[in-house]
Nanobody, 123 residues
Framework: QVHLVESGGGLVQAGGSLRLSCSTS????????MGWFRQAPGKEREFVSA????????YYADSVKGRFTINRDNTKKTVYLQMSSLRPEDTAVYYC????????????????WGQGTQVTVSS
């Protein structure tokens, strides 16, 4: 099992920034594509961003493109989501997830999930 631990969530005003982190002790971390998903109350989990194993390619939902940046540090076994220009509609629990080898925009394609971290954006 791949254990993922998230941090960095919190309360921020609209227009502000947060950086989420997701770390693992998994020694084969570089074999996994990583993704970020979010889930707001009463809604299904939705794709936010994903990154390939070595960080060569990144993918973003249209709703966050230009505002969020995903990156990873395989030495630190950590994936990050830098969020800027935050909006109240970004409020959700954010989850990181791992998928062996290649990334996907579908939550059901990921095998391992973090516990989630709450992001709340006030107006």
């Amino acid at each position: 099992q791949v254990h993922l631990v998230e941090s960095g969530g919190g309360l921020v005003q609209a227009g502000g920034s947060l950086r989420l982190s997701c770390s693992t002790s998994e020694r084969t971390f570089s074999n996994y594509a990583m993704g970020w998903f979010r889930q707001a109350p009463g809604k299904e989990r939705e794709f936010v961003s994903a990154i390939t194993r070595s960080g060569e390619r990144t993918y973003y939902a249209d709703s966050v493109k230009g505002r969020f940046t995903i990156n990873r540090d395989n030495t630190k076994k950590t994936v990050y989501l830098q969020m800027s220009s935050l909006r109240p509609e970004d409020t959700a629990v954010y989850y990181c997830a791992a998928r062996f080898f290649v990334p996907s925009t579908g939550a059901s394609e990921y095998s391992y999930w973090g516990q989630g971290t709450q992001v709340t954006v006030s107006s």
